[in-house]
């Protein structure tokens, strides 16, 4: 590792502060720093404890600190746990000597962000986002807006149905139109913003890591198709309603073995609401007394005691302190905690102190969400720390105030911001300098999530995914929100989710590069769509039996089989820990004839046994005429597959056709956005392709390519390389 000396100046909030909180701050904070030295502030170091001042600014070798911690004056510190390195020795020593600069704030020091709602008077008449910005210019063409617009509000490219539709459409008010129509169809609206939830209220199904929490996604589905306001979305979360209510959000994780307490369900919901609803970062502070910002371990324990069913006591660094929290709010201008007797109680008072009318800060730090998911960046940059000062104080303050005037109605809030001219600009890459304050001249562009690449490929070749459903009926195409995550959504930036996320990194990477050029699972799905495009996709052999998710609970197996020439067996791992240590059974499985005689089925595949298979398993039996009536077993795991850290999850299948195991579960005809209707020719589909993917006809040059690679005849192999040629071009990859 490089040492100090290769960085040009040492920053206090990269470098420093970890130090001083890792080695330092369990007995150097708070109220009751030992020898009175508290390490919480630069000013603190300077005015030092018992022994005088800890550090003095441009001498680190004679710095007291510096002293303490390499051993030239007893008692070297720290007194308990190893010694400094010699590189975090150097690091502080070379702050001390450069000064001892403290971190620059992100906002200026002049500035104070306000608590209190307040809605200044537009400059000029029109549309108000529009005055704010003195927004001019020529806005972007139909094909790009109508690209923008149904990204946005519903993660969908427009089809090249919809988009003529839109083209031809002559009235002038066209724009707002298709804004209404696109808010108003609830699925494809719900199934585009609850990505965004997910991510902000870190809700997941389906995910496997090392620990346990409670989905919300069906409360939350029914409050972002029906549009509840904001404030009480907010309410229903902090105070959920009982067996009906989100009680997973506050609920949090519940980590397996011993966490910090800092990771406590209690200090969860607090770290999470206040980072989610006002902005605020409470982890440091969720341990001890914060470095970077003026909150105290305290706060976060007041914020805490509001979500804990017993009295919650204060711990500073993994040492219990011996003190009881009261439930205390962060902003306690905004009134006393007036009722917390129970926990009920308390959540109701949590809840009513985030949607105080007087807490401006609510609807400003969720404006300031959404103006970046449109915009690219935010009116206040970074999101999660809303003391910073933004860039149009008059244009955060009158949105944040028309939303909670209009009832904090969410799909009002991006009609709003998409009607204006500003929205409709062309893109502008930025070019800011460090320390140069952001103007607006036009959106940012902006990489598609990876629901959104990922939904646009299903929508391009018809090649949906179906959502894997644990019981044995059919199931549905889904969106890739419901799915589970691949490595390719995962390189394209999709969470796990065990944090709160409020920013995707939307970077290149070359995890992302070798995804997307080489990677199976892109690759697989439209080798798929090529061959549905190419017309060779023909319906898959439907099941006999779907014994529906095992994990523990065994499942009777009775198919007629009196027409089948042949019998595949076949089992599937959905979702098990350890797949590698599920031992799945077709227990007692027998085929009966016309007299009752039974045959079991060990007897017809010598050799194998069928009750001690490994995952994934097939077993093939070819059939005699007129002999057998019905094959019967029970679907089941050996008892040694049912440990906690093996964790079956398995389903069992039974075809008397050759099975398609990309489509072994019978699935619903309906697809989120229709399939391409065929049959086509490599021109008619090159077309096709151009306008669903870019929104555009293809140039003569890029005909003349097409061509060459359609090679006059639409083969799977043509087919797939012209689609990699399109999809990873960044005009296609980006929102411009």
């Not at 629901?451 to 969106?479: L, M, N, S």
Request: a neutral charge; one cysteine or more; hydrophobic letters at 40%.
């Amino acid at each position: 590792m490089a040492g100090a000396a290769a960085w040009a100046e040492i920053d206090f909030a990269r470098q420093v502060h970890p130090i001083l909180t890792a080695r330092c701050a369990a007995c150097h904070t708070g109220d009751k720093s030992q020898a009175g030295l508290d390490v919480n502030s630069r000013a603190e170091l300077l005015k030092g404890g018992a022994s005088g001042p800890s550090i003095i600014a441009g001498d680190g070798g004679g710095s007291l600190l510096i002293q303490r911690v390499n051993g030239t004056k007893e008692p070297r510190m720290p007194l308990r746990g190893a010694a400094l390195t010699e590189e975090e020795i150097q690091i502080l020593k070379t702050w001390i000597d450069e000064g001892a600069k403290a971190a620059e704030p992100a906002h200026s020091s002049r500035w104070v962000a306000p608590l209190k709602p307040r809605k200044p008077a537009p400059p000029a008449a029109g549309h108000p986002i529009d005055a704010f910005l003195d927004a001019k210019g020529e806005p972007v063409s139909d094909a790009l807006f109508a690209r923008r617009v149904f990204l946005d509000l519903w993660g969908l490219l427009p089809t090249p149905e919809q988009l003529a539709e839109f083209e031809q459409d002559a009235l002038p008010d066209k724009r707002e139109r298709l804004i209404d129509k696109l808010l108003r169809q609830e699925t494809h609206y719900t199934g585009h913003w609850i990505t965004f939830w997910n991510d902000l209220l870190r809700n997941d199904d389906g995910v496997n890591y090392y620990g346990e929490r409670k989905s919300i996604t069906n409360w939350l589905r029914t409050a972002l198709a029906s549009n509840i306001p904001y404030d009480r979305l907010v309410a229903e979360l902090l105070n959920p309603a009982k067996k009906t209510g989100p009680e997973g959000y506050i609920l949090g994780i519940t980590w397996r073995g011993e966490v910090p307490a800092s990771e406590k369900p209690p200090l969860q919901a607090a770290q999470n609401s206040a980072q989610t609803f006002l902005g605020i970062n409470l982890k440091c502070n969720s341990c001890h007394d914060s470095f970077i910002s003026n909150w105290k371990l305290k706060d976060a324990y007041g914020l805490a005691s509001f979500f804990s069913k017993t009295p919650l006591e204060i711990v500073r660094c993994d040492s219990r302190t011996g003190e009881i929290s009261e439930p205390k709010f962060l902003f306690p201008e905004l009134g006393e905690v007036r009722d917390s007797k129970s926990v009920e109680k308390r959540r109701a008072e949590a809840a009513r102190l985030f949607t105080h009318p007087e807490n401006g800060r609510l609807a400003r730090t969720l404006v300031n969400r959404y103006w970046k998911q449109l915009f690219g960046r935010a009116i206040v940059e970074p999101v999660d720390d809303m003391a910073a000062e933004p860039w149009n104080p008059d244009l955060l303050d009158w949105l944040a105030s028309d939303f909670a005037e209009h009832k904090y109605d969410l799909k009002y809030l991006l009609r709003l911001m998409t009607t204006s001219r500003a929205y409709q600009l062309p893109s502008v890459e930025s070019s800011l300098k460090p320390g140069e304050r952001f103007v607006f001249r036009g959106p940012a562009p902006r990489r598609l999530t990876a629901e959104q690449f990922a939904d646009a490929v299903a929508a391009i070749t018809g090649e949906w995914r179906p959502v894997p459903a644990a019981a044995a009926r059919p199931t549905y195409y889904g969106r890739e929100w419901q799915l589970k995550s691949t490595r390719l959504s995962r390189a394209l930036g999709r969470p796990v989710r065990d944090q709160v996320t409020t920013e995707r990194l939307t970077q290149p990477t070359t995890l992302q590069a070798l995804e997307l050029v080489n990677g199976p699972f892109l690759a697989g799905w439209l080798r798929e769509g090529a061959r549905r495009l190419a017309g060779e996709v023909t319906d898959a052999p439907a099941n006999l039996f779907d014994s529906g998710l095992v994990r523990r609970k065994p499942v009777e197996v009775e198919v007629d089989i009196r027409d089948s020439a042949k019998l595949y067996l076949l089992v599937e791992n959905v979702d098990s820990y350890d797949p590698t240590r599920v031992v799945p059974q077709w227990s007692g499985a027998v085929l009966t004839g016309k007299r009752g005689k039974k045959t079991t089925l060990s007897e017809l595949l010598p050799g194998a046994d069928p009750e001690k298979l490994t995952l994934p398993s097939r077993l093939e039996i070819t059939l005699p005429p007129g002999v057998y009536r019905k094959f019967k077993a029970i679907a089941t795991v050996a008892p040694e597959s049912l440990k906690s850290d093996v964790g079956p999850a398995i389903r069992f299948f039974v075809f008397d056709r050759e099975p398609d195991t990309r489509r072994l579960v019978k699935v619903d005809p309906y697809t989120p956005a229709p399939r391409p209707a065929g049959p086509f020719t490599p021109s008619t589909l090159r077309d096709r392709l151009y306008r669903h993917a870019l929104q555009r006809t293809p140039t003569e040059s890029e005909r003349a390519v097409a061509g060459e690679v359609l090679n006059g005849s639409l083969t799977p192999d043509g087919v797939e390389d012209f689609l990699w040629m399109l999809l990873m071009s960044p005009e296609f990859q980006y929102i411009r």
